[in-house]
């Protein structure tokens, strides 16, 4: 609920503090000159400033919705559930939250705010967070100029979205730190022998932190079997092979009703401090 994360908010027009109404139905700054966001029926607030640009659409966030219901992932947002409960991490950022399946099994245990510059994903967000109890908030905004306090959170989690290093450096806590998930080599490989002649392994997320600390790197493979042609659609969709697949390869998963495929997860610690 925005109600119980407001105070880490701050105000993208002037950058004065937030708080919310005893209503709860609008969010406003309080500096000099007064800026109101009214929260949406959905209950999430768009702070996105003017030049922000948007992010998914209604139909990406359906098919990674289908998909991400099923619990292909499921292992994966326990795993992250795992560190951060044992990091003790009271308040929690997800940096680029997409439609908030991560978030809101995140935000049962702790305080969580998802943020993303999709307004289809954050209002789905909102919505599942209604339907499921989660206590997750969600706002519209841009990863690069985040609508939050400095120093305001335990840990940020960052998971298959941009890494903005100097603004995740500003709004964690001293003691803080960053987790951030990206396709290992062989993530998704059974997809790719499915649809190219010569696959390829992932080469690994390029936009590590340069000036944070690695604590800890681990990796999370298993293996899913996908069934049916909308649930390796919906899939397919997620994945940056949707935007560079020739229609011919593309072409080669329509008469697929079964994908059985490895995933692989690497999945990387910061802390604030001087990387080595």
């Given at each position: 609920m925005i109600s119980n994360i407001s105070y880490l908010l701050k105000c993208p027009v002037c950058g004065a503090a937030m708080q919310t109404d005893p209503d709860g139905r609008v969010c406003r700054?309080?500096?000099?000159?007064?800026?109101?966001?009214?929260v949406s029926r959905s209950g999430y607030l768009n702070l996105t400033s003017p030049g922000d640009g948007a992010g998914d659409l209604k139909a990406a966030v359906k098919a990674r919705t289908l998909f991400l219901s099923n619990g292909y992932y499921e292992p994966l947002s326990d795993e992250i559930?795992?560190?951060?409960?044992?990091?003790?991490a009271k308040t929690v950022l997800d940096a680029g939250?997409?439609?908030?399946?991560?978030t809101n099994r995140m935000g049962t245990e702790r305080r969580v705010l998802g943020v993303d510059l999709s307004r289809a994903g954050i209002d789905a967000a909102a919505k599942s967070a209604k339907q499921s109890g989660s206590g997750a908030a969600f706002a519209v905004g841009s990863l690069f100029k985040l609508p939050v306090s400095d120093r305001t959170f335990d840990a940020i989690t960052n998971l298959f979205a941009p890494c903005a290093e100097a603004e995740f450096l500003r709004v964690l806590k001293p003691t803080g730190k960053l987790l951030l998930v990206g396709?290992?080599?062989?993530?998704l490989l059974g997809l790719k022998e499915l649809i190219y002649d010569n696959p390829y392994l992932n080469?690994?997320?390029?936009?590590?932190?340069t000036t944070m600390q690695l604590l800890e790197h681990r990796r999370l493979t298993y293996s899913i079997n996908v069934k049916g042609r909308e649930q390796i659609a919906a899939l397919f969709s997620m994945t940056p092979y949707y935007w560079r697949t020739s229609n011919v390869d593309r072409h080669k998963l329509d008469a697929a009703?079964?994908?059985?495929?490895?995933?692989?997860?690497?999945i990387f610690l910061y802390g604030k401090g001087q990387s080595k």
């Open positions: 700054c309080v500096g000099a000159r007064v800026h109101c966001y009214d559930n795992g560190i951060l409960k044992d990091l003790d939250c997409g439609e908030g399946y991560y396709a290992g080599e062989r993530h080469p690994g997320r390029a936009d590590l932190p009703e079964t994908l059985e495929t490895e995933v692989d997860f690497d």
